[in-house]
């Protein structure tokens, strides 16, 4: 699935940073909820015994589980925005959700060329890189949080064009 693919409107993005969902599917969903919600236009793979990952078009969700024929669990849902023909850019993303009141909060950076920010309502991390401003990939629950390896600070900034 490394094809480029049209870009979807910005409500498209804004409505997964805002709700960490897609479709109505979240990190929370089951296997068979999510098919319900988004179909069966997906590619399946299992990566072990106990990992199951779900690609539709952009959006990726995985699932773990802890014994054979156990429940799956849930662990993340990602938009893949690198896969666009289009790039999508974190300032005009950052634009659309503070005017929608929903704006972003940047978190310290990693050191190694990517901008990290969050929506902790929402839980959904977005990177954007550096050098670009192109935002390679959303996802929800994010793995990082405001501040120093994940500790808040006092003041966070507002991520703003």
Do not use: I, K, N
Request: one cysteine or more.
């Amino acid at each position: 699935m490394s094809m480029p693919h049209r870009a979807p409107g910005m409500e498209f993005f804004t409505d997964f940073v805002v709700t960490g969902a897609v479709g109505g599917a979240d990190a929370t969903s089951t296997p068979a909820e999510v098919t319900g919600l988004l179909g069966g236009g997906f590619v399946e793979s299992l990566t072990g015994p106990g990992q199951l990952l779900r690609c539709y078009d952009l959006v990726e969700l995985a699932w773990q589980r802890v014994t054979a024929g156990g429940p799956w669990q849930g662990l993340y849902v990602t938009v893949q925005a690198h896969r666009l023909d289009a790039p999508l850019s974190v300032d005009g993303l950052c634009a659309a959700l503070d005017r929608t009141g929903f704006p972003l909060v940047e978190v310290a950076p990693d050191g190694v060329g990517c901008r990290r920010l969050v929506r902790a309502d929402s839980r959904v991390g977005v990177l954007a890189d550096e050098a670009t401003g192109q935002v390679p990939q959303m996802t929800a629950p994010a793995w990082f949080a405001p501040g120093p390896r994940g500790r808040a600070r006092a003041v966070v900034p507002e991520c703003r064009t």
